[in-house]
């Protein structure tokens, strides 16, 4: 889950559509578990809002009803209006009967007043609301409401069936309002010796952006005789990536090091979808997002003599031999290439021609961070 934009506006992740199914799963058994023993209630979904809650909270209950919806608009924008209108109303005979509302969100009770209004002279046997989300802090209303799937802040939320203008009903997880994005951060991305640490230094200080070089962070670590550095030792040794987990937490605690920073510079990190996944979860939280990656593209040929050559001064022993170069080739082409499909999908991916003078370089790169 990353961050949402529509429109104009931004939304972090909130809920996982996990946690909601285990709400809307709670949700179906206590009212399943109040009715009567054969009573067949009808459920009425106050639309748009409700129609996956609906869909889900009704498979949950498996049990004997029926289903019908009523269409009620309030909202303009992101704040609720007191002007409830019906759109589609109720047509069955409810004389008799159970009725139990199911609301996406309840919010100041406008919506809810209207609804008790509608049923008011039905003659029901009874009448019940269920909802998925209550707002305590701005309902303003004398109104009972008998199940609530969870209680929230008052923070303008989407997804789920939930809109902003009529957008972002289609995500099956639920995002909430939040700042736009100060940061721009990018991934310099490319094979081992495509230069990525060398165009790094220079796009830092030309942006001001923080550098976060993994390989970098673990050799200092090996340099220091660190538990993390005797960890990442023996796979760096050979060319292997570290596991994803030690990466990841090394990775975040870089990031959490520069909370005021305009925005990084990921330099051998993200290397495996998980990894790539985490960094997208990670940033979402605090409202931030991956602006671009910005990748070197360089023949493997031209990589090795390079590797080689760097290898005579750099001291590092995974430049050094030809098998251990070559195994780190096999890691990104069978662990971190796909990574380029990850951020294409995302319209996310810019490949820039890695062979030329670093300052080529350097200008080709920061036309494309320009546009981002
Ligand atoms: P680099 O300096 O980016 O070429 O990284 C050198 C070595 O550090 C790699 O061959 C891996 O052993 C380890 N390493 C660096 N970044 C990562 C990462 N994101 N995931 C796993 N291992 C990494």
Redesign the pocket.
């Known amino acids: 889950m990353g961050i949402l934009k529509l429109q104009d506006l931004y939304f972090k992740p909130y809920l996982h559509k996990d946690e909601i199914k285990i709400i809307v799963k709670h949700l179906a058994l206590q009212v399943k578990r109040d009715l009567p023993k054969g009573e067949v209630p009808i459920f009425v979904g106050i639309l748009n809002g409700c129609f996956l809650f609906a869909a889900d909270f009704i498979r949950e209950f498996n049990g004997n009803c029926e289903v019908s919806f009523v269409k009620l608009a309030s909202y303009n924008g992101i704040s609720s209006s007191e002007n409830v209108r019906q759109l589609v109303g109720i047509n069955e005979d409810l004389t008799g009967r159970t009725v139990i509302i199911l609301e996406d969100i309840i919010d100041t009770g406008n919506t809810l007043q209207e609804i008790y209004t509608i049923f008011k002279d039905k003659k029901l046997k009874k009448l019940k609301i269920a909802t998925l989300f209550f707002k305590p802090d701005v309902f303003r209303k004398e109104l009972p409401i008998d199940y609530i799937g969870k209680s929230i802040e008052d923070k303008f939320i989407v997804g789920y069936g939930l809109d902003y203008n009529g957008l972002g009903r289609n995500y099956p997880e639920i995002y909430q309002l939040s700042t736009p994005p100060k940061m721009k951060n990018i991934v310099l991305f490319g094979p ?2 495509a230069g ?2 060398t165009q790094a230094e220079f796009l830092k200080d030309m942006y001001n952006l923080v550098h976060i ?4 962070v ?2 200092f670590n090996i340099k220091n005789k660190t538990e993390l550095g005797l960890l ?1 030792k023996k ?2 040794d ?7 987990e ?2 990841i937490n090394m ?1 975040k605690a870089e990031v959490n090091k520069n909370t005021d920073a305009n925005g990084f510079i990921f ?6 979808q998980s ?1 790539a996944e985490a960094l997208d979860a990670f940033l979402a939280e605090k409202g931030e997002l991956i602006n671009g990656m910005i990748a070197l593209e360089v023949s493997e040929d031209v990589l090795i003599t390079r590797l080689l050559e760097r290898g005579k001064t750099s001291g ?1 022993a ?1 430049d050094t031999d030809e098998i251990k170069i070559r195994n ?1 080739f096999n ?1 990104y082409n069978t662990k971190t290439a796909i990574l380029k499909e990850y951020f294409d999908a995302q319209d996310k991916y810019y490949g820039i021609n890695g062979i030329g003078t670093i300052e080529e370089i350097t200008q080709r790169i920061s036309e494309v961070f320009d546009t981002l």
Request: aromatic share 8%; proline share 9%; charged share 35%.
């Open positions: 081992p010796g990525k640490g070089s993994t390989g970098d673990f050799r990442a796979y760096m050979e060319g292997d990536l570290v596991p994803d030690v990466t990775l330099d051998g990190f993200p290397r495996t990894q590092r995974d780190r890691e």
